[in-house]
């Protein structure tokens, strides 16, 4: 990324606090993103480029205003951070007073095998061969979608705190979608793999192997009958991720939603909100997984937060605004898409902390019930807490074993309720990873949980 220098920095956040203000800082980014997507048994797309630029933002009050540009010219800098002064209300002429300094992160994370450094041929072949593998595992398998990103992003943030925060963030990615076919009946398979990390991630996660698994899978559901709907025990696997965790809770806990009165958990800190077996926790620290980073995008540390502790709300996932509301320092979880948004409240690494069950041992103690391996996407009002999930891979329980597989189940429930109805937590976890859209913004996130068990739910399905 080619620098801007100090002193430009300076003069850029100097303008913008030159109407007055309380705050200023500017983001700057330069991102090489690449693209191959697989279509029946051919390349689709290859695409890659680079995408650089900077934004300006001031914060006064409880209002900000914001400016981008991919145009790096010092007219054309100090020109959008003219426009953003100009939206402070007060017509104060000022000089602010800063020296910048840059500061060091509070982790780090090793990169082995920059993705940058691999040949286009080895990434091609990662796809065509996991294609090949889901093909040949049935003549029911249909069709076969292979995608594999990877992404090396350098940000540099500037504040009128006088702080210069950079972080460079690489992340691959690979998913695989599995159609499978028996005459009228259609079934998918869904299988990703990716992190904030190199191309090292297929040494533990072997994509081969990931193609198997999902083709299987849906050949699997082929003979999977309607899931019976009602009300019945639930156990959700650690194999999940923490897919409900991400919806039934973590966005209430975003602070933005929180002062805006549109979440269920707006001022319930330290009050009783789940089970006390329930310790929720979002770390943006963890190597490797595809929700960290060193810094946030205002240039907060990284860092753990304990949301829940034994049941009881401790607090929320602040941004440097809505820390500023509050009178107390960001959490981190300032986060944008890119130079062309604004920064606001998102997770990060979000999950339920292990407990001290046995996974197979919860699945034994529940005589009738539903047992969820995978699941799939889902809705969930947070003025309400009131969610609705899709079960991509679900088993019936009976006496204790899980047993035949079955299609077509929703979760529905409220998110409160049942974090308090959570009786039994697994010493396992798994995580799981997307990108979160909130906003008309997505950014990279991971969420996990132990195996838990839920004594009684509502499962939609058929009655």
Same mark, same amino acid.
């Given at each position: 990324?080619?620098?801007?220098?100090?002193?430009?920095?300076?003069?850029?956040?100097?303008?913008?606090?030159?109407?007055?203000?309380?705050?200023?800082?500017?983001?700057?980014?330069?991102?090489?993103?690449?693209?191959? /997507?697989?279509?029946?048994?051919?390349?689709?797309?290859?695409?890659?480029?680079?995408?650089?630029?900077?934004?300006?933002?001031?914060?006064?009050?409880?209002?900000?205003?914001?400016?981008?540009?991919?145009?790096?010219?010092?007219? &054309?800098?100090?020109? $959008?951070?003219?426009?953003?002064?100009?939206?402070?209300?007060?017509?104060?002429? /000022?000089?602010?007073?800063?020296?910048?300094?840059?500061?060091?992160?509070?982790?780090?994370?090793?990169?082995?095998?920059?993705?940058?450094?691999?040949?286009?041929?080895?990434? $091609?072949?990662?796809?065509?061969?996991?294609?090949?593998?889901?093909?040949? $595992?049935?003549?029911?398998?249909? /069709?076969?979608?292979?995608?594999?990103?990877? &992404?090396?992003?350098?940000?540099?943030?500037?504040? &009128?705190?006088?702080?210069?925060?950079?972080?460079?963030?690489?992340?691959?990615?690979?998913?695989?979608?599995? #159609?499978?076919?028996?005459?009228?009946?259609?079934?998918?398979?869904?299988?990703?793999?990716?992190?904030? /990390?190199?191309?090292?991630?297929?040494?533990?996660?072997?994509?081969?192997?990931?193609?198997?698994?999902?083709?299987?899978?849906?050949?699997?559901?082929?003979?999977?009958?309607?899931?019976? %709907?009602?009300?019945?025990?639930?156990?959700?696997?650690?194999?999940?991720?923490?897919?409900?965790?991400?919806?039934? #809770?973590?966005?209430?806990?975003?602070?933005?939603?929180?002062?805006?009165?549109?979440?269920?958990?707006?001022? @319930?800190?330290?009050?009783?909100?789940?089970?006390?077996?329930?310790?929720?926790?979002?770390?943006?620290?963890?190597?490797?997984?595809?929700?960290?980073? =060193?810094?946030?995008?205002? %240039?907060?540390?990284?860092?753990?937060?304990?949301?829940?502790?034994?049941?009881?709300?401790?607090?929320?996932?602040?941004?440097?605004?809505?820390?500023?509301?509050?009178?107390?320092?960001?959490?981190?979880?300032?986060? =944008?898409?890119?130079? @062309?948004?604004?920064?606001?409240?998102?997770?990060?690494?979000?999950?339920?902390?292990?407990?001290?069950?046995?996974?197979?041992?919860?699945?034994?103690?529940?005589?009738?019930?539903?047992?969820?391996?995978?699941?799939?996407?889902?809705?969930?009002?947070?003025?309400?807490?009131?969610?609705?999930?899709?079960?991509?891979?679900?088993?019936?329980?009976?006496?204790?074993?899980?047993?035949?597989?079955?299609?077509?189940?929703?979760?529905?429930?409220?998110?409160?309720?049942?974090?308090?109805?959570?009786?039994?937590?697994?010493?396992?976890?798994?995580?799981? $990873?997307?990108?979160?859209?909130?906003?008309?913004?997505?950014?990279?996130?991971?969420?996990?949980?132990?195996?838990?068990?839920?004594?009684?739910?509502?499962?939609?399905? @058929?009655?």
């Amino acid at each position: 990324m080619k620098p801007v220098p100090d002193e430009l920095l300076s003069k850029i956040l100097k303008k913008a606090l030159s109407h007055g203000g309380d705050y200023a800082d500017v983001f700057i980014e330069h991102e090489r993103p690449l693209t191959i /997507q697989l279509e029946d048994d051919k390349i689709e797309k290859l695409s890659s480029g680079i995408d650089y630029g900077i934004g300006v933002r001031v914060i006064f009050g409880d209002k900000s205003a914001f400016a981008y540009s991919n145009d790096f010219s010092e007219g &054309s800098l100090t020109g $959008i951070a003219e426009t953003v002064s100009r939206a402070v209300k007060d017509g104060t002429e /000022q000089e602010a007073t800063f020296d910048l300094s840059r500061i060091r992160p509070s982790v780090d994370f090793e990169i082995k095998h920059n993705p940058r450094d691999i040949d286009m041929r080895k990434k $091609i072949s990662l796809v065509e061969g996991a294609n090949k593998v889901a093909k040949g $595992i049935s003549n029911k398998i249909k /069709q076969v979608s292979v995608i594999y990103r990877d &992404s090396v992003q350098n940000v540099c943030i500037a504040t &009128s705190e006088g702080l210069i925060a950079e972080d460079e963030r690489i992340y691959t990615l690979a998913l695989i979608q599995v #159609i499978a076919a028996d005459g009228d009946i259609l079934q998918t398979g869904y299988e990703p793999v990716g992190g904030f /990390q190199g191309f090292e991630i297929f040494d533990d996660n072997p994509f081969d192997e990931i193609a198997a698994k999902a083709a299987r899978k849906a050949i699997k559901m082929l003979t999977a009958r309607k899931a019976p %709907g009602g009300r019945m025990p639930v156990v959700i696997s650690s194999e999940a991720g923490g897919t409900m965790i991400h919806e039934a #809770i973590g966005h209430g806990l975003e602070a933005d939603l929180v002062q805006q009165g549109l979440s269920v958990y707006s001022g @319930k800190v330290g009050q009783q909100i789940a089970s006390p077996l329930v310790t929720i926790i979002d770390d943006s620290t963890i190597p490797g997984k595809r929700g960290s980073y =060193r810094f946030d995008d205002e %240039g907060a540390p990284s860092q753990r937060s304990v949301l829940v502790e034994k049941g009881v709300l401790k607090g929320y996932m602040h941004s440097m605004m809505t820390a500023r509301k509050e009178g107390i320092p960001s959490t981190g979880n300032g986060r =944008r898409q890119s130079y @062309k948004c604004r920064p606001i409240p998102r997770m990060s690494n979000t999950f339920i902390a292990q407990g001290e069950g046995d996974p197979d041992a919860i699945v034994r103690s529940v005589e009738k019930g539903l047992f969820v391996r995978k699941m799939g996407g889902g809705q969930v009002n947070t003025v309400t807490g009131e969610f609705v999930f899709e079960v991509s891979e679900g088993f019936l329980i009976n006496k204790g074993t899980v047993g035949e597989p079955v299609r077509g189940a929703t979760l529905i429930g409220n998110g409160p309720e049942v974090l308090n109805s959570i009786d039994l937590v697994g010493n396992d976890l798994g995580f799981a $990873i997307g990108t979160c859209g909130k906003d008309a913004q997505g950014v990279p996130v991971s969420d996990a949980m132990p195996t838990v068990r839920i004594p009684e739910m509502v499962v939609g399905g @058929k009655i």
